[in-house]
């Protein structure tokens, strides 16, 4: 006995046509929501742009508030980009023309993903450290970024940078203390900011040379 044919056999036909259907409608679906996306992605975007500016802005006098000090955005020299860590932008604090320290955006792997911006002078010493995004755990790694987390000693996680010489690097249980629990965290903030000050030192170094 032949076997019916598709277009005999009305249950196969309506099962087919719920199949397409059913991609028509997760089809439409997924255009929509791009296309919401888009739209507010349109909107936000440059207010998240600004308030990370801002940021930026606020940061930087912070670490170096001396108010006859220019601010500036490096546009002639690439960074490195080791593994995933990339330096976004590098900023730099000039008086009279001549550089007198900068600030490096770094962003990479911590537990999860993170932002810093990093003051160094042109000496090497640490005036400052931002964090402009972490989304570690709360109550863990978050205290990286926490102002009313305080180490052994009395500091924020953060705090305890300033002042020191950022040359030779950084290392957990060496030159900085990492925080109980959150030892990845602690470990890839010193990561971030290692690569900045390399790249901030590399630049220094360059416009010196050039003066």
Do not use: H
């Not at 036909?13 to 296309?35: F, I, Q």
């Amino acid at each position: 006995m032949m076997a019916e044919s598709t277009a005999g056999n009305p249950a196969q036909k309506e099962g087919l046509w719920s199949m397409v259907r059913l991609g028509l409608v997760l089809t439409a679906y997924a255009v929509v929501s791009c296309a919401v996306l888009a739209l507010v992605n349109t909107f936000t975007a440059p207010k998240i742009a600004m308030n990370q500016q801002q940021k930026v802005s606020e940061a930087m006098t912070e670490f170096f508030p001396d108010s006859a000090l220019v601010f500036e955005t490096v546009t002639d020299y690439t960074p490195q980009v080791v593994g995933a860590i990339t330096v976004d932008e590098i900023y730099v604090a000039k008086k009279d023309g001549r550089i007198v320290g900068g600030a490096a955006q770094v962003t990479g792997p911590t537990y999860d993903q993170g932002t810093i911006l990093v003051g160094i002078g042109t000496d090497g010493i640490v005036t400052g450290l931002k964090f402009l995004k972490l989304t570690d755990s709360p109550g863990f790694g978050l205290k990286a970024s926490d102002p009313t987390f305080t180490l052994p000693g009395g500091m924020t996680f953060y705090g305890q940078f300033a002042g020191k010489s950022a040359k030779e690097g950084f290392t957990a249980g060496e030159n900085f203390d990492a925080i109980s629990g959150a030892t990845i965290t602690s470990v890839a903030v010193s990561s971030l900011i290692n690569e900045g000050a390399k790249n901030l030192l590399a630049y220094f170094s360059e416009k010196q040379e050039a003066q």
